[in-house]
């Protein structure tokens, strides 16, 4: 199993800055992209930002220029850098992991998510 522990999350002022991290472990041959994702009450889970192995990445137009996604392979970590925050950034923050795993002479991929990070920003 594979396990995604994020921290970072908090109360902020608007313009205020946070950096969320997100840290796998468990049976991990290879991490392909990891990415966050967030959910406001009432509001569908929307992609923040992705992060391929390769370093390319993404961003959704409501937070580009703000926010800065980055991963350390040898930590098996992801991190968001979120500056300039908006009280409309507020929400659960989700990390998310594409982890191939190794068993039995096969490899496989799956989906892993961590628990979730309240990040509120009050205007």
């Known amino acids: 199993q594979v396990q995604l522990v994020e921290s970072g999350g908090g109360l902020v002022q608007a313009g205020g800055s946070l950096r969320l991290s997100c840290a796998a472990s468990g049976s991990i041959f290879s991490i392909n992209a990891m990415g966050w994702y967030r959910q406001a009450p009432g509001k569908q889970r929307e992609l923040v930002a992705a992060?391929?192995?390769?370093?390319?990445?993404n961003y959704a137009d409501s937070v580009k220029g703000r926010f800065t996604i980055s991963r350390d392979n040898t930590k098996n970590t992801v991190y968001l850098q979120m500056n300039s925050l908006k009280p409309e950034d507020t929400a659960v923050y989700y990390c998310?992991?594409?982890?191939?795993?190794?068993?039995?002479?096969?490899?496989?991929?799956?989906?892993?998510w961590g628990q979730g990070t309240q990040v509120t920003v009050s205007s």
């Open positions: 998310n992991a594409n982890v191939t795993q190794y068993s039995d002479g096969y490899y496989y991929s799956n989906y892993y």
């Open positions: 992060i391929r192995s390769g370093g390319s990445t």
